[in-house]
């Protein structure tokens, strides 16, 4: 299967600044890539659909203002995460599919916590 | 709104013996996906099974499909302490898009 990296793999920080998470998709050229949230003990939650080339669909209730997502390459996503506040800290993972299979990989995943 | 449900939502057994975890969704799909995911990873992939199969094997991995009952079923046999995680399934729903919604999940405790 595809291989997945993310980085930061963990990243803490102040209430307002600004983090920007990388995917990249090391031997498989993605023209869509996934952003989840995972909170604690919880399952992951779709935020945006990232397609290559053109803008991000996001899932309804997430603010596209405030989750920028940029997928610039066949290889690379980022989801910034502005003006973070505490209640953004959560669990971010990333995968890409291929059609027409749409098995998924997943990346190690980016842990956020917003002081 | 989240697609499958898992049941149980955690399970403690031996090792050795079998586990197995349920999961329902909602729509029709074109496929339903297993994950499992150890505490703080990612997701591993395990099995895919499509919308017109109705059992598939892997390993020690046993996955059933009812599209009728709309329900999964995850059999993990000759359970290993190793195999402790949570485990995920997640649907593609049937929009013509490529949108996986996961369930929320079951967590699994082998005691050795």
């Known amino acids: 299967g595809a291989v997945v990296s993310q980085h930061p793999s963990w990243v803490i920080c102040k209430s307002g600044t600004s983090v920007k998470i990388e995917c990249r998709s090391l031997d498989f050229q993605a023209t869509t890539m996934f952003w989840y949230r995972q909170f604690p003990k919880q399952s992951l939650m779709l935020m945006a659909t990232?397609?290559?080339?053109?803008?991000?669909?996001?899932e309804q209730g997430v603010e596209k203002d405030k989750f920028l997502i940029n997928h610039a390459s066949l290889t690379l996503s980022t989801l910034t995460v502005t003006s973070a506040h505490p209640e953004d800290s959560s669990f971010y993972i990333c995968?890409?599919?291929?059609?027409?299979?749409?098995?998924?990989?997943f990346g190690p995943g980016t842990r956020l916590t917003v002081l | 709104s989240q697609q499958g449900e898992e049941d149980p939502q955690a399970l403690s057994i031996q090792e050795g013996e079998n586990a197995t975890m349920n999961c329902s969704y909602k729509?029709?799909?074109?496929?339903l996906q297993w994950y499992r995911q150890n505490s703080g990873r990612g997701l591993v992939h395990l099995i895919l099974?499509?919308?017109?199969?109705r059992e598939k094997h892997s390993g020690r991995l046993r996955v059933t499909l009812d599209t009728s009952k709309k329900s999964s079923s995850l059999l993990i046999t000759a359970s290993r302490a190793a195999d402790t995680a949570s485990y995920f399934c997640a649907t593609d729903a049937d929009t013509g898009g490529f949108k996986t919604i996961f369930g929320a999940g079951t967590r699994l405790f082998v005691k050795a």
């Open positions: 990232s397609n290559e080339g053109s803008k991000a669909t996001y």
């Open positions: 729509t029709s799909i074109n496929n």
């Open positions: 099974i499509r919308s017109n199969e």
């Open positions: 995968s890409v599919s291929a059609r027409p299979d749409n098995e998924q990989f």
